[in-house]
């Protein structure tokens, strides 16, 4: 069983920065970051592929959010820049096997692909 723990997030203003990280007990075959607000669905806002290292946002995020992954640390992190409202959300780290990922269709950004989660960092951001 692959253990998730998020830390980082909090309150930031328009414009800030916060970095998340998530800690794994094992780096897994794909691995993303998730976020949902209250009222809507969670949404995938990166992914990576572990073994070709492909790195993938969504176009809410790109240029301002990058996903990096230290395999020696067993750690992947979240670097979040010119943070806005719309971000408010609790943000979750997302991590699969093979099995789970061909089990459902779609793109690294359907959460049903994801077998192990965390248990959330909240951020907020504030005009």
């Known amino acids: 069983q692959v253990r998730l723990v998020e830390s980082g997030g909090g309150s930031v203003q328009d414009g800030g920065s916060l970095t998340l990280s998530c800690s794994t007990t094992y780096v897994e075959y794909r691995m993303a970051w998730f976020r949902q607000a209250p009222g809507k669905e969670r949404e995938g806002i990166a992914g990576i592929y572990r073994d070709a290292g492909d790195i993938y946002y969504d176009d809410s995020v790109k240029g301002r959010f990058t996903l990096s992954l230290d395999n020696g640390r067993r750690l992947m992190s979240l670097q979040m820049n010119d943070l806005k409202p719309e971000d408010t959300a609790m943000y979750y780290c997302?991590?699969?096997?093979?099995?789970?990922?061909?089990?459902?269709?779609?793109?690294?950004?359907?959460?049903?692909?994801?077998?192990?989660w965390g248990q959330g960092t909240q951020v907020t951001v504030s005009s």
């Open positions: 997302a991590a699969t096997d093979v099995l789970s990922w061909t089990k459902f269709g779609g793109t690294w950004r359907n959460h049903r692909r994801y077998r192990f």
